[in-house]
């Protein structure tokens, strides 16, 4: 009986002994595999407010950060786009590819660089289509896009063209600031409309975005595009840890002339070592399989260079080295 006893007894201290044993090696585990994350930000494993600087700008106009609602609604902006961790980190890799064009076009046509960051809250990078019909990265609704030169019918919808489109978003914006000359109240009017910040001004008796009562799309606009802005520039002191190989790059292209009709995009494609979804994703403003071309205009077809069929490790390689 007593031999029972002991036997008992040795197996619940030896099963006491394996239970500790097996905690602190799991603890030390984890904690060694939170040393070897990246970064050392400690939003790893906290929820908690984002930082606000001291002073801000967008496009060289002061944010007035002293009045408490500025900040707060600032505030609200950093924390809705920070902790929406997957759709800020694919904006924040996607953004390399594209920014380099835009801030080309932007200073060729002298409009402040920070309003790259419009287009990011306007489309998320992307050629999307707005439930009001607006299309593009740079969301043009059909009347304005033709307004500004770019061809929209059934073959060809130049709103999905990015470099033309972003020429167009910059002639607009200069004829706001021409009216307003006032860089963060063209911003909201981009979201707004001319008309409706004009009689806004004009009802409440203020000069500045900041004074003026708006509908709540409006009102946040300019507050999120400055958080993007902040997080862009700043991206690990909100949380955000890229390493360079982990941003999209820019895809060598050169161009093809057409000038005549096209029967079949998938033909064209085939013809020049492509698929037709990598001829479509070049040239998105191709709107149906052919081209019928009857005003005879001569278009420029993007094809990417090196092939696409190289490994995305090789395209990568290739867009750094050029």
Not at 124 to 149: I, R
Not at 189 to 198: F, K, L, M, Q, T
Not at 278 to 285: A, G, Q, R, S, T
Not at 309 to 314: A, I, M, N, Q
Request: hydrophobic fraction near 35%.
């Amino acid at each position: 009986m007593n031999q029972l006893f002991s036997n008992r007894t040795f197996a619940r201290i030896l099963l006491m002994l394996i239970i500790v044993l097996l905690y602190f090696g799991f603890d030390t585990w984890v904690k060694q595999k939170d040393k070897e994350s990246p970064g050392t930000n400690e939003q790893y494993y906290k929820i908690v407010p984002m930082p606000i600087p001291g002073s801000l700008n967008f496009a060289g106009e002061k944010v007035p950060l002293e009045i408490f609602y500025v900040t707060e609604a600032l505030d609200r902006e950093l924390a809705v786009n920070t902790y929406w961790h997957s759709s800020t980190l694919q904006l924040i890799r996607k953004s390399t590819r594209w920014f380099p064009m835009f801030d080309s076009i932007l200073d060729k046509h002298q409009v402040p660089q920070d309003f790259k960051y419009l287009c990011v809250i306007e489309s998320g990078l992307s050629n999307v289509v707005s439930p009001a019909g607006a299309v593009g990265f740079w969301q043009f609704m059909k009347p304005t896009a033709k307004e500004y030169d770019l061809e929209v019918n059934k073959e060809v919808d130049e709103r999905y063209h990015v470099r033309k489109s972003t020429e167009a978003a910059c002639e607009y914006l200069l004829e706001s600031y021409e009216k307003y000359q006032d860089w963060t109240l063209v911003a909201a009017s981009y979201n707004a409309g001319r008309n409706g910040i004009s009689r806004r001004l004009e009802d409440q008796r203020v000069g500045s975005y900041y004074d003026m009562v708006l509908s709540e799309e409006t009102g946040r606009y300019v507050y999120r595009i400055l958080a993007v802005k902040l997080i862009f520039e700043n991206t690990e002191a909100y949380g955000f840890y890229v390493e360079d190989n982990d941003y999209y790059q820019p895809i060598p292209t050169y161009t093809i002339e057409v000038k005549g009709k096209v029967d079949n995009w998938g033909d064209f494609a085939n013809s020049h070592g492509l698929s037709y979804k990598v001829l479509k994703y070049f040239n998105p403003w191709l709107r149906q399989t052919y081209l019928k071309n009857k005003k005879k205009k001569t278009y420029n077809i993007t094809v990417p260079d090196p092939p696409y069929d190289l490994t995305y490790k090789e395209v990568l390689n290739s867009a750094t080295k050029n």
